[in-house]
């Protein structure tokens, strides 16, 4: 079976421009997570989606959005993008809540 | 914010030799998962304890789990190249959804 995939693997953007980025879970896994890692640094929790609906939300602007569509696949947009958020965005997805959690390869983001 | 701290940063071993690495937190948690990460890519899940177990074995890993000190342990026996990674902790505290809060990570390298 497939495992987590993201797209695209590197994106550049400039600050003020607007980003998503897309996810596509594990078959059967009804549950998305975001997370940002910022380089030398652990993940940090943005977002976990379950069936369609939000239900965490970490320590993040409202410029950070996300949504999950029917086929539990889910994007995550940021709006008017900064310097600071240049990092590694880490989806990952999971069959219950709670449970482990299967990781994506991620997509680099770099904001010039 | 991180809510665990791995111990140490890094950590430098010869082919054969066992590995640990020790994870601290400040809450009370679900369970603690240990996840590896090779160059800045996605994670790999590897081991998840929960709250009220004591000791996990999963073939060369060995994890532990001390709440009343807050603190876990994963031990690798007979490391190989391979094992090279980073290794984070992370732990679940959360109700009704599961929000990961990931340490700061040990980078281990094994040396053939």
């Known amino acids: 079976d497939a495992g987590v995939t993201q797209s695209p693997t590197h994106l550049i953007k400039t600050r003020g421009q607007h980003v998503t980025l897309r996810c596509s879970p594990i078959s059967g896994h009804k549950s998305v997570s975001w997370y940002q890692q910022v380089l030398g640094q652990g993940p940090q929790f943005i977002f976990q989606y379950y069936e369609k609906e939000e239900r965490g939300r970490g320590n993040f602007p409202d410029r950070f959005s996300a949504r999950q569509f029917p086929n539990y696949s889910s994007e995550l947009n940021v709006n008017a993008l900064l310097l600071g958020d240049s990092a590694l965005y880490l989806c990952?997805?999971?069959?219950?809540?709670?449970?482990?959690?299967?990781f994506g390869p991620g997509t680099r983001l770099t904001v010039t | 914010s991180q809510q665990g701290e791995e111990d140490p940063q890094a950590l430098s071993i010869q082919e054969g030799e066992n590995a640990t690495m020790n994870c601290s937190y400040k809450t009370s948690i679900n369970n603690l998962q240990w996840y590896r990460q090779n160059s800045g890519r996605g994670l790999v899940h590897l081991i998840l304890?929960?709250?009220?177990?004591r000791e996990k074995h999963s073939g060369r890993l060995r994890v532990t789990l001390d709440t009343s000190k807050k603190s876990s342990s994963l031990l690798i026996t007979a490391s190989r190249a391979a094992d090279t990674a980073s290794y984070f902790c992370?732990?679940?505290?959360?109700?009704?959804?599961?929000?990961?809060?990931f340490g700061t990570g040990t980078r281990l390298l094994v040396s053939p």
């Open positions: 992370a732990t679940d505290a959360s109700t009704g959804f599961q929000k990961l809060v």
């Open positions: 990952a997805s999971s069959s219950q809540v709670p449970y482990e959690q299967y």
């Open positions: 304890i929960r709250s009220n177990e």
